[in-house]
């Protein structure tokens, strides 16, 4: 039975990250420039103020770093 218990807490476990994984992917494919649509209503803006919020954003990093404090936060509300 506790064989049984772990097996299936740990397919869980591989699902939900499967999920999140897809869901962040998606995210990150879906058209348009996150940092162009933040400042659309805006006009004009200066590219260093672009790269500065994409600093802050952290999509400036790698696309792992990106995903796990993605996940992090998914998980912290």
């Not at 999920?19 to 659309?40: C, E, H, K, Q």
């Not at 954003?57 to 790698?62: A, I, N, V």
């Amino acid at each position: 039975m506790r064989t049984y218990v772990l097996s299936r807490l740990a397919i869980a476990i591989l699902t939900l990250l499967g999920m999140s994984a897809v869901i962040f992917v998606l995210l990150r494919i879906a058209p348009g420039d996150i940092v162009d649509i933040i400042f659309a209503s805006a006009g004009y803006v200066d590219p260093a103020a672009k790269v500065e919020i994409r600093k802050e954003l952290g999509l400036d990093q790698p696309v792992i770093v990106q995903y796990t404090r993605w996940l992090g936060e998914v998980l912290r509300g």
